[in-house]
């Protein structure tokens, strides 16, 4: 099926017939058979592995399911993966997650690991209601972590279709640690189409995280062509982009077709250059990567 066909059916809304076939659409970069191959986001220069783990299942004041169960759970969800080759960690300052991750850290090569945060501006979110500048949330990051440097920080959950303005300040001073090699790359995550199509407008935007499902479910927007127009544009332009709620927040986690039908879309599409997925268990990391395995089988095969 070519992109044209296969974006036309996605504006008809008839796309969940399709995925008993392959859904590569014009896929625009090679891809292997392993879920933790190298790939590269964008013109960033950040190399990292396919699929990363997210800490920040039902996430919200420095709160998340990592961090509400056991610690020893936790640390041997995120040691599992690891050993099985993921080596990319998504945090945010709203998933309070930084400290697990630095006892993780302690059986871990932090020279082969990409390592994603999130600064939290606007209300809410976190307990303070003081929102200090970029300079000063990434110092406590790094202290938090236990790391001298960040391979990426992005602003956290823009909205606003003029954010680029807002945050002007902060995007300033995270270019400047960027200079000073304290991060290693910065851009943002959103939470609406406006935000999404300002960041395709700005050369300050290395990596963007996107929300991205065949199924329109905790989207930007409810058709899914809309979002997908808009990302194809953005990995043109050379940004990294990472896809998350994969499976609608949440929402699709009981469906197995699916799950299937998603991670085989998002992987098909070509402007996705990685995938963020929030795990809990030993258990769910080993079912994604024999999905994933499956899926660019079946890509390959095709």
Same mark, same amino acid.
């Given at each position: ?193 406006? %935000? +999404? ?7 300050? @935007? $290395? *990596? /963007? &995280?996107?929300?991205? #499902?065949?199924?329109?479910? %905790? +989207? ?7 979002? @997908? $127009? *808009? /990302? &194809?544009?953005?990995? #043109? ?66």
């Amino acid at each position: 099926m070519n992109r044209r066909k296969f974006i036309g059916a996605l504006g008809l809304g008839t796309a969940h017939l399709m995925f008993s076939n392959p859904l590569y659409a014009g896929n625009s970069h090679a891809l292997g058979t392993s879920p933790v191959q190298r790939i590269k986001l964008g013109n960033s220069g950040i190399e990292t592995t396919l699929i990363g783990m997210g800490t920040g299942v039902h996430a919200t004041n420095r709160t998340s399911y990592l961090t509400r169960q056991d610690k020893a759970k936790s640390l041997e969800a995120l040691e599992f993966a690891y050993d099985k080759g993921i080596r990319n960690f998504d945090l945010a300052d709203t998933y309070g997650t930084h400290p697990l991750m630095a006892e993780a850290l302690k059986k871990m090569d932090r020279d082969d690991l990409t390592l994603t945060s999130k600064i939290w501006f606007r209300g809410g979110g976190i307990p303070e209601k003081e929102r200090p500048d970029a300079d000063v949330v990434i110092d406590r990051f790094r202290q938090e972590l236990q790391t001298d440097q960040i391979d990426l920080v992005q602003i956290h959950c823009m909205v606003e279709e003029n954010w680029t303005e807002t945050m002007k300040p902060q995007m300033e001073i995270m270019e400047t640690l960027k200079a000073r090699g304290i991060i290693r790359a910065h851009g943002v995550s959103v939470h609406s189409l406006d %935000a +999404m199509k300002d960041a395709l407008k700005s050369p300050w @935007v $290395d *990596v /963007i &995280h996107v929300r991205i #499902n065949p199924y329109g479910i %905790a +989207m930007d927007k409810p058709d899914p062509k809309e979002v @997908v $127009d *808009v /990302i &194809h544009q953005l990995h #043109n332009s050379g940004k990294g982009v990472i896809g998350m709620k994969l499976v609608g927040d949440g929402q699709l986690r009981d469906d197995s077709q699916k799950i299937d039908n998603s991670l085989r879309f998002v992987l098909g599409l070509g402007s996705i250059n990685m995938m963020i997925v929030g795990f809990e268990t030993p258990e769910q990391i080993q079912n994604y990567l024999a999905r994933m395995e499956r899926a660019l089988s079946e890509m390959n095969k095709g």
